[in-house]
């Protein structure tokens, strides 16, 4: 069982939703982004979304554009972010650690290389998002192998037969994204979110994490109702950007305690 598989097991157990929330790498400062992966834990995060800063990312907002611009100003990259992880599990040995970004710095660096180094650094999966499943199924099978979880996504827009593919493959969690959109957009419909998340269990046992447009605790009670673990990564992104440097690691740990809380309370 893979750490991110025993850390759902757990909380299927206990009754408990999981929180998986998302920063940026190097954003806003490289610096600080080891003080703030510690900081999710002590918040309450189960499992921790890594974002690898890319040039040109398809399906984020503005908000998490823009910290992909700050963060590869910084100098951030694909090696720098694995570093991270690695130095991270210096003192952290069991969050589980998602690499989410995309196809072309994994490319250039080489796959087996990527899934070699980020196995070897403590990471747990990866999610990328211009990866279907029917185009990677090398690189899939490379992290399996690695025992790192390659993760997918489905959107509201997903085919039967999309669905049906990502069943056979998903493994750690399958990441539904709640709304036809990008990242940050507001427009949440939980009524359509539960609707949809009984065809992804008819097709596979693997949890289900709900992404885009969650970005407080109401919203985040009302998607745990139906799903297994909210994914919050804009409005993470947006209160880092906002906060002043000083301020960021109390200011995080604090929001996301606070959605710990009323998920814990709701079950």
Known sequence: MST???VFSELKAQGRKGLVPFI???DPDPSQTLDLMHALVRGGADVIELGVPFSDPMA????IQRASERALS????LKHCIELVKEFRQTNSTTPIVLMGYANPIEHMGTETFVRTAKEA???GVLVVDYPPEECEDFAKQCRAAGIDPIFLLAPTSSQERINQVGKVAAGYIYYVS???VTGAANLDTQ???GIIPQIRAVSQVPIAVGFGIRDAQSAVAIGQTADAVVIGSRIVQLLEETPAAQRVQSLEKFLKDIREALDQSK
């Open 60 to 63: 984020d907002g503005p908000v």
């Open 192 to 194: 359509a979110v539960a």
């Open 4 to 6: 991110i598989a025993q």
């Open 179 to 181: 709304l036809k959109g």
């Open 24 to 26: 940026t790498a190097g």
């Open 74 to 77: 910084h100098g951030m990259t």
């Open 122 to 124: 403590g990471v747990d």
